[in-house]
């Protein structure tokens, strides 16, 4: 059966502190990963990663996806309260999405 | 301004009735989906379709229905034989399916049965 698991479920940080966010999937015939963030409602795209060892990055968030070990990171470095959500890791497998549960980010001023 | 409206934000229903739920782009995709978001768990596929008059079943298509009369348009129903099913329901689209094509997503309704 096809998983895909995010780790940590949840964490609070001061603003500042770095973040790193673990994907790991099992799915058969893999196309790619994508990181969302979801604040209140409607969830919005942040990276889509297809090949293995290139880093994507857009401001202080990056993400890099390890083929080898079917994992994901993504990062947030000097955080600040707006980035406080859940961030949503989703794999494309046969054409279709499948979502892990997601990890809660919560940033303390 | 492109984008995916879901109404109602929120909805409430007695157990036994039928309740649908509306999503409408007009981003001019041709792909369109339904995922269901319940407390820690993922976003689960009910249905989605990449083509008017076409749909398919996701992972959790049981006690759902759906309709894709328009390119623009493909409302969820709910009816009385979904088990539980209060939850967060998002629609979303797709230039078309596939994985060159990330998703774009409605607000969402949080519908709750009682």
């Known amino acids: 059966e096809d998983k895909v698991v995010q780790s940590p479920l949840s964490l609070v940080v001061h603003e500042g502190d770095t973040v790193t966010l673990n994907c790991s999937y099992e799915?058969?015939?893999?196309?790619?990963l994508l990181w969302y963030k979801q604040e209140k409602k409607a969830p919005t795209f942040l990276f889509m990663l297809?090949?293995?060892?290139i880093e994507k990055k857009s401001g202080r968030l990056s993400s890099i996806l390890d083929k080898k070990e079917l994992s994901s990171i993504l990062n947030i470095t000097a955080t600040q309260t707006g980035d406080s959500a859940i961030y949503l890791c989703?794999?494309?497998?046969?054409?279709?999405?499948?979502f892990g549960a997601g990890t809660q980010v919560v940033v303390t001023p | 301004d492109g984008g995916i409206t879901q109404s109602p934000k929120y909805l409430f229903r007695k157990e036994g009735q039928n309740v649908t739920l509306s999503c409408e782009q007009n981003?001019?995709?041709?792909?369109m989906y339904w995922y269901r978001q319940d407390p820690g768990q993922g976003l689960r596929l009910i249905y989605y379709?990449?083509?008017?008059?076409?749909?398919q079943k996701g992972d959790i298509a049981e006690g759902y229905s759906v309709s894709r009369e328009k390119k623009e348009s493909f409302p969820l129903t709910v009816t009385s034989a979904q088990k539980n099913p209060t939850a967060f329901y998002l629609c979303?689209?797709?230039?078309?399916?596939?994985?060159?094509?990330?998703?774009?997503f409605g607000n969402g309704t949080r519908l709750t049965v009682t």
């Open positions: 981003l001019n995709h041709d792909a």
């Open positions: 979303a689209s797709s230039h078309q399916v596939g994985p060159d094509s990330p998703l774009h």
């Open positions: 297809t090949s293995s060892g």
């Open positions: 799915v058969t015939n893999f196309r790619s």
């Open positions: 379709s990449q083509i008017v008059n076409d749909f």
């Open positions: 989703a794999v494309i497998s046969w054409g279709k999405l499948q």
